[in-house]
């Protein structure tokens, strides 16, 4: 990477950061598009995406141990593994453009679903978990939004927004880490900008992270609902963008 790709790289992952750090799920929602913008191929910005997200996400984790459900953590987990590996087996097998316009298109959807329901205040079955997690498994490794579907479940259930942060945190970790490594075995030759970008821009990004999770901490759950929602439609609408 150039100077200047290092330089407004490290300003788009702070901004994401913040936005991750409010929202439990956002980062990679807004450092996609941008780090597009600035040339970095998809694959490298999709390992960029998942290793960044895992580092601010594990900060979260740890602040907020004692909210974590660990059943529902492992079932979305388990359910993300076959997702995984149908999104390993699709990238190097359809066209790039029409997988982001699929994902898109998916994300909208989910958002315009979600806008147009209310919260049930009934928690998703083992089940319907695992589906949220296999969903994620593949959006993680095509594009970097496997906080999307485990996002759209906690605000469908309408529970605190502290909860759904902690466990959003915990699965992030270990799934984004997970598809990460499955998206360089295919794409071996991004490793170095992964490093380099990683090395540059953690550090900002991980106190970014912390600053904002505090502030989420704070919300209503009711905008804490609402900030998911414009959120989800922001990214749907920016990855067909990118897509055109």
Excluded at 138 to 161: D, F, H, K, Q
Excluded at 184 to 192: D, E, F, K, S, W
Aim: glycine letters at 12%.
């Amino acid at each position: 990477m150039v100077i200047e790709q290092l330089v407004l790289g490290g300003a788009a992952v702070a901004f994401a950061a913040g936005i991750g750090g409010i929202t439990g799920f956002g980062f990679a929602l807004i450092s996609t598009p941008l780090l597009l913008l600035l040339g970095l191929p998809l694959p490298t910005v999709v390992v960029l995406n998942l290793a960044c997200g895992a580092a601010t996400r594990l900060m979260v984790v740890i602040q907020l141990r004692q909210q974590l459900d660990h059943l529902r953590i492992r079932t979305l987990v388990l359910g993300a593994v076959p997702g995984m590996a149908v999104g390993w087996f699709l990238i190097d097998r359809v066209d790039s453009a029409l997988l982001e316009r699929a994902v898109g298109t998916a994300v909208l959807v989910a958002a315009l679903a979600l806008a147009l329901s209310r919260p049930t205040g009934r928690r998703f079955g083992h089940s319907a978990s695992f589906g949220v997690g296999s969903l994620a498994g593949l959006l993680g490794v095509v594009g970097s939004l496997n906080g999307v579907p485990p996002a759209v479940m906690y605000a469908r259930e309408g529970g605190t927004s502290v909860s759904a942060l902690a466990d959003m945190a915990a699965f992030l970790v270990v799934s984004s880490a997970l598809s990460a490594a499955l998206v360089v075995l295919a794409h071996p030759g991004n490793l170095t900008p992964v490093l380099v970008g990683a090395v540059c821009w953690l550090p900002a990004a991980l106190v970014v992270t912390a600053l904002s999770t505090t502030i989420a901490l704070r919300l209503p759950t009711q905008t804490f609902r609402t900030a998911v929602i414009v959120l989800v439609a922001a990214g749907g609408l920016t990855v067909l963008l990118a897509a055109v």
